[in-house]
């Protein structure tokens, strides 16, 4: 697993700049006005600093811009950078401003003079998230990653400030490092292995294996992992850091390790990347890591499906009918269509068990969604409009894309079988859609709901302004700041 880039806050220190080794970073507003440490440089560099300041280069920059001098004159430092940022910036642009310093650095040590900057935590939670790398399965020994050093005029503060962010940020890493690990390696056993390892944090965590499953009448869950030989598995993690008496959230996440269509095999091209379809219940994982770690005072309960989707002469086939937990029957006519079959069975037990005081459900769960928003948004589905507009609000402070998608009695004509209570697909017509009134069908009235398709953003070809190529951990910061506003 990847370990998060060390940070360290010090008292802030105009001498340390001429000594500090890899780059040094400090912060100039728009409007060209020299801090401090911009005059300390500027003496250091004999005026080089003034120069750039006064350059077309700088003049054409914008907030969370870095403009860099290499091998600057009077300093040991191997770069200057001199990040553009407000004197009062808000959290997102201080986190991208920290990123796109991070993506310069390249995992080598920094000194980033904050002096009495504001946001110097989220300047620090940009530098931490754009520092990850996977390379777990790389042989060549990779660089150690550098220390970034904050100097901060009242360091205890800032780092104070900083600790429940570097747990979110953690967080964000697991969820990462689960979604990039190949199948062979995170199969369903070696994925609840690593969940039962967070009881460590005060998690209590268990694992229901095939046994309970059918016990409990997951058939519609177990259908989906009956060709493979890893067997299906649901682990429940539970944080109780509120009022005894109060119900928990519920957050539930498709784990299929990996997903070859079953029976309805995918085409081969780009097959490799459905290592990436356990997305939502990483994103779940790495939520429960982050409240641990910060101390969430709430109650919340996670709980992850775990299949893998293998064609072989034990699979599931189209047409066959398989029950659900909560009685219905479902034909399946396309076994691609998988991850509905394991949410529902999931989410039925979850309501059942834990009677929650909300369900927020997260899968990779359609191409059809990535074809409506794109890699820029989540689609967000959900039967209450005051639940939904919390979480919309809350992914929007943290700047994880999120976008509202319309629920209807409508679709569910296209759900209609001639042999069970309904299909597994409605067709191509509005395929995120119908795939959304299919898990609505295992809600209750009484519980508030949201459904996550994160098809889009949970892995991307292109890097982020936070991540590069692959897992983003998209959801961890949103739901964490959920949990902290509507339930802490």
Known sequence: MSSLIPIRFQEFDLEAMAQAGGRVAIIIPDDGKMSPAARRANRLTKGGLARLVESESFRKSKTGDVVSMAWPTGMAAEALDVLVLPRRPEAGEARKAGAALAKLAGGKDMLVMVGNQARAEDLALGIVLRSYEFDAHKTKESQKAGTVTISHAKPAEAEADFAPLYAIADGVRMTRDLTNEPANVLTTTEFADRLV??????????????????????????????????????????????????????????????????????????????????????????????????????????????????????????????????????????????????????????????????????????????????????????NNDTFCDAFLKSAKAEDEGAWRMP??????????????????????????????????????????????????????????????????????RALSRFVQDNFE
């Open 197 to 382: 390892e967070m009881q460590g944090l005060g998690l209590e965590v268990e694992v229901l294996d095939e046994d309970k499953l059918a016990e409990l009448g997951m058939r519609t869950l177990l259908s989906v992992g009956q060709g493979s030989d890893s067997p299906s598995k649901v682990v429940v993690m539970q944080w109780n850091g509120g009022a005894k008496d109060d119900a928990p959230l519920a957050l539930v996440g498709k784990g299929v390790v990996f997903d070859t269509g079953g029976i309805s095999l995918k085409p081969a091209a780009g097959m490799e990347e459905m290592t990436m379809d356990m997305g939502g219940a990483g994103v779940v994982a790495g939520t429960m890591r982050a409240l641990a770690k910060r101390k969430a005072k709430a109650n919340v309960v996670a709980l992850v499906g775990l299949v893998e989707n293998m064609p072989s002469g034990n699979a599931t086939r189209p047409g066959d009918v398989v029950r659900s937990m909560k009685g219905d029957t479902v034909e399946i006519i396309n076994t691609d269509a998988e991850g509905r079959l394991v949410l529902c069975d999931v989410m039925w037990y979850a309501q059942e068990r834990f009677k929650p005081v909300g369900m927020i459900d997260l899968a990779t769960l359609t191409g059809a969604i990535i074809i409506g928003l794109g890699h820029e948004n989540a689609g967000v589905f959900s």
């Open 407 to 476: 629920l209807g009695d409508a679709y569910d004509k296209l759900l209609k079988s001639r042999i069970a209570d309904m299909k597994n697909v409605g067709g191509r017509p509005a395929g995120s859609v119908t795939a959304a009134q299919f898990l609505q069908r295992f809600v209750k009235e009484e519980t508030p709901w949201i459904h996550l398709d994160i098809a889009g953003v949970a892995s991307v070809a292109e890097e982020t302004s936070y991540a590069p190529k692959g897992a983003t951990g998209w959801g961890v």
